[in-house]
Structure formats: structure tokens, C-alpha cells
């Protein structure tokens, strides 16, 4: 039976109850093997359509602020509510604000690659997010603040790259950026190797010699090549000769 939420909660509690009234038990099980680094007792198990449209009732709540600035947060599924609320919010220095005081507490991939606000990458905001992502793809913020694991501002600051910057505003210059990246994290090199495997798809005359002369770290090197040969984007020529660049 779906609880209803009681007046007088704090727009947290009524969140909560808005996330486990949507939970879905079966999900919560299968999910949760897919993102090892959340505890699973933090995992409500709520999908995510339903995420999106719980973040929708929210985000206009007269004191959404209360639970933007209440970090970290207590479940799993709070975290994606909270991505999609950023996700919407449509005026550039309010968003970046946002994402910079957000960012320290994403602690898995999946609330990290579901955080995608459109206005960061609009076209005449793009030259003011660059600023924003030379600092992140070094694990730093431009406010200063540090967070105790930096993987996910760097995926994020590549994630941001990957989405924004492959096409019109490309510039060569991001594929020495990304390709100097160096960390132990699966979740930074599976972005790095991402990245790479986007931009072979996209901008490949540029890309291509960052794999023939072997510029990232073998296992990126070859999960670049694995996604790009996955892709529909890359040509069957372009996916032959990548397959003989296999380390």
C-alpha cells in the first residue's frame, strides 16, 4: 500500500515519501548490482521515468532549495532526483552554481553520467562552461571546494567534453586534454575510453593518431577501440583498421 506523505513534512521527507511510494522491489535488486560502489540499503529502487517525474513535481516546490542544500543525502535514489532537478534548471550561473556545490557528493556513475543540464551546453554558454571544465577534468572545482574522491568531477568534466564539444566547437586541443588524464579509477578510464571512442566516431582524422601512437594507457587504448568498433557511427573501414591497432 503507497504511504501518503503527512502535511508539515520537510520538502526531504516529502521526496522520500514520493520515492517509496514509487518503489519497485525487483528493480531495487537488479539495479543495485550495477553501481557496487552505492550500499545497497541505500538503493530505494525506483525507476527512472519515475525519477523524472518526481524531480518534475519538485523542482518548483517553494523550498527545493532546502533539499538542494541538505548534501549528502540519504538515499541512492534522492541523488538521481537531485540530477534531474539540476538537469532542468535553465538559467546558466544558477545550474553551474548548482553542479559545483552537487558534484563532491556524486559517488556512482550512474548519478554522475544522469546529470546532463541542457543549458550548460547551449550554444551561447559554451565558452564560459570550457572554464568550468579544465577545472573539473583535474578533480578540482572552481569554488574552491575539494571533495575527499574526485572520479566523478573528472567524469563529469569529460562527460561535459564528450557531449558539448565533439562537433561544432571542437577543438583538437580537448584530445590532449582528455588523453592526459591519469587515474586508477574504472569509472574515469571507462569515460576516458568513452570519449575517445565518440570522437573517433566524430571527429576521426583528428582522433586516430591518439590510437596509432598508443597516447593512452593500454587498457583505455583498447576500450576505445572495443566501443568505437561497437559504434554505428564508425565506418566498417575506419572499424578494420582500428581492430589491427589492438594492443
Not at 58 to 84: G, T
Request: with cysteine.
Amino acid at each position: 500500500m503507497k504511504r501518503t506523505p503527512a502535511k508539515g513534512l520537510s520538502v526531504e521527507s516529502r521526496i522520500q515519501e514520493a520515492l517509496f511510494n514509487a518503489q519497485d522491489l525487483k528493480f531495487k535488486a537488479f539495479h543495485s548490482r550495477l553501481i557496487p560502489t552505492v550500499p545497497a540499503d541505500t538503493v530505494i529502487g525506483v525507476r527512472t521515468p519515475e525519477l523524472k517525474l518526481i524531480a518534475k513535481n519538485f523542482s518548483a516546490d517553494p523550498n527545493i532549495d532546502k533539499f538542494l542544500d541538505k548534501l549528502p543525502h540519504k538515499y541512492y535514489d534522492e541523488n538521481q532526483v537531485h540530477s534531474f532537478i539540476l538537469s532542468g534548471i535553465k538559467d546558466f550561473d544558477e545550474c553551474i552554481a548548482q553542479v559545483e556545490k552537487f558534484l563532491p557528493y556524486v559517488d556512482n556513475w550512474a548519478t554522475c553520467d544522469q546529470l546532463r543540464p541542457k543549458v550548460l551546453g547551449k550554444k551561447e554558454n559554451r565558452k564560459k562552461l570550457l572554464e568550468f571544465i579544465k577545472f573539473w577534468i583535474r578533480g578540482r572545482l572552481v569554488s574552491g571546494e575539494q571533495a575527499e574522491d574526485d572520479t566523478y568531477i573528472v567524469r563529469f568534466g569529460v562527460e561535459m567534453l564528450m557531449s558539448w564539444f565533439l562537433d561544432d566547437d571542437f577543438d583538437p586541443v580537448f584530445l590532449r586534454w582528455v588523453a592526459a588524464i591519469r587515474r586508477n579509477s574504472y569509472y574515469v578510464k571507462m569515460m576516458v575510453a568513452w570519449y575517445f571512442a565518440t570522437a573517433l566516431a566524430k571527429q576521426y582524422d583528428a582522433t586516430i593518431p591518439y590510437i596509432q601512437e598508443h597516447k593512452l594507457e593500454p587498457w583505455t587504448h583498447n576500450k576505445a577501440i572495443q566501443k568505437a568498433c561497437e559504434s554505428f557511427r564508425v565506418t566498417p573501414k575506419h572499424k578494420e583498421s582500428l581492430r589491427k591497432l589492438r594492443l
